[in-house]
């Protein structure tokens, strides 16, 4: 089974700053990478697929990028509804599993 | 596109319970359908797929011989029999589409508001 893990735990950051998450798999899954958002007491969205294909109807200030074993979501100018846990997760192989999250809240 | 879980609950341990999922918005018979779960507080845990036409199953090791995940094409409904329930498989259990039509691509594009299984004397 593959490992994802994320950094940072948690992210303090202000409107309008930028946000850098980073994720890493125990092993290479290729292009086979999505990132999902989620929020307190909502179901996890789809972002990214495919490392940096963003979901329709995703605004473009998401963005990510990377290959093999490390990825970066990043966030160009955080509004008010982007503070949420941020997951990712592979589908390189059996089973798909995904990170234990960045939590990115208001400094 | 429309996920509506239900049959959560509190349920003792060795007990069994039964999820449901209704969906809606799509062509329910050309998508693989998973079952992902979270514990309180925690992260996200794959637990099943059943294939677009029913043919193919797969499970977590974690619940592999206690689960079992079958479909209605007909009825468009999703369901997730659990049996020997343990204190561990206390989570909100979610209903999720896979992206590809056809085939199992294993990354998810809707979700339902999940139910809540409490396994607990």
């Known amino acids: ?107 | 596109v429309q996920l509506v879980e239900s049959g959560g609950g509190v349920v003792q341990p060795g007990r069994s319970l039964r999820l449901s999922c209704a969906a809606s918005g799509f062509t329910f018979r050309s998508y693989g359908m998973h079952w992902v779960r979270q514990a309180p507080g925690k992260g996200l845990e794959w637990v099943a797929v059943m294939s677009s036409d029913g043919g193919k199953k797969y499970y977590a090791d974690s619940v592999k011989g206690r689960f079992t995940i079958s479909r209605d094409n007909y009825e468009n409904t999703l369901s997730l029999e659990m049996n020997s329930l343990r204190a561990e498989d206390t989570a909100v259990y979610y209903c999720a589409k896979d992206f590809c039509s056809g085939g199992n691509c294993y990354y998810f594009d809707y979700w339902g508001q999940g139910t809540l299984v409490t396994v607990s004397s």
């Open chain 1, 1 to 107: 089974e593959i490992v994802m893990t994320q950094s940072p735990v948690t992210l303090s950051v202000s409107p309008g700053e930028r946000a850098t998450l980073s994720c890493r798999a125990s092993q290479s899954v290729r292009s086979n990478l999505a990132w999902l958002q989620q929020k307190p007491g909502q179901a996890p969205r789809l972002l990214i697929y495919d490392i940096s294909t963003r979901v329709t109807g995703i605004p473009p200030r998401f963005s990510a990028s990377g290959s093999g074993t490390e990825f970066t979501l990043t966030i160009s100018s955080l509004q008010s509804e982007d503070f949420a846990v941020y997951y990712c997760q592979h589908y390189n192989n059996w089973p798909p599993t995904f990170g234990p999250g960045t939590k990115v809240h208001f400094k």
